[in-house]
C-alpha cells in the first residue's frame, strides 16, 4: 500500500493500493499541488481515498488511473485508527488523526494483517517525494499511535523498510 505521493520515486512502480487523502486532490499546499502534478499519467490497481463519496469525483481531476476506487469517510478512518491502538483520538483531521502513512498501517491491522511491511514514515517535517521546506502536521499523534503499535518512533529510519509482525513490537 502506497501513501498519497510515496511511489512517485519509483516510475514504473504500479502499487496494488494507494491511499490517497482528500486533502491531497483539493488543497492549495505547494506539496500537495507537487503530488498532484507528479501524480498525472501514473496508475494504481485500486484507489482507497479518504473522502465523502460526495467528493469522490474529484479524484479523477488529479491525472491518476486506476483499475478501482473506493471511498473511506473521516469517521471510519478514526475508527480503524482507534481500534488498531487502542487510542481515542480528539477529532478526524489535521493534527488530531494520525497521519496517512501511520493510518495506513492501522487499516492494514484493523482488516487483520498479521505482519506489516512499511517503509517512509519519520518524525521529521515535510515529504519525501516534494523537495522543498513543507510543514507537516500529525508529529505529536503519529508518536503516541506508533507507541501504541509497539513502534518506537525514534528508531524509525524513513529510508529503510521494516516489517513489523503485529503485536510484537
Known amino acids: 500500500m502506497a501513501v498519497n505521493g510515496s511511489f512517485l520515486p519509483w516510475p514504473t512502480l504500479v502499487p496494488d493500493v494507494v491511499l490517497l487523502n482528500g486533502h491531497t486532490v483539493v488543497s492549495d499546499n505547494p506539496a500537495q499541488q507537487m503530488t ?3 501524480m498525472r499519467g501514473r496508475h494504481a490497481t485500486h484507489v482507497l481515498a479518504i473522502a465523502d463519496m460526495a467528493s469522490l469525483d474529484a479524484f479523477a481531476t488529479i491525472g ?3 483499475d478501482s476506487i473506493e471511498a473511506m469517510d473521516r469517521a ?7 481500534q488498531a491502538t487502542g487510542l481515542r ?3 478526524d483531521r489535521g493534527d488530531r488523526i494520525p497521519s496517512s502513512g501511520v493510518t495506513a498501517l492501522c487499516i492494514a491491522i484493523d482488516a487483520g494483517a498479521t505482519g506489516v511491511t512499511f517503509s517512509g514514515i519519520s518524525m521529521e517535517g515535510g515529504y519525501s517525494y516534494a523537495p522543498g521546506d513543507h510543514a507537516r502536521k500529525h508529529i505529536d499523534v503519529d508518536r503516541r499511535a506508533l507507541q501504541a503499535l509497539g513502534l518506537n518512533p525514534d528508531q524509525l529510519d524513513p529510508t529503510l523498510i521494516r516489517q513489523v509482525p503485529i503485536g510484537t513490537g
Not at 76 to 82: F, I
Open 36 to 38: 498532484r502534478s507528479l
Open 64 to 66: 491518476l488511473g486506476w
Open 76 to 82: 471510519a478512518r478514526q475508527r480503524a485508527c482507534e
Open 89 to 91: 483520538f480528539r477529532g
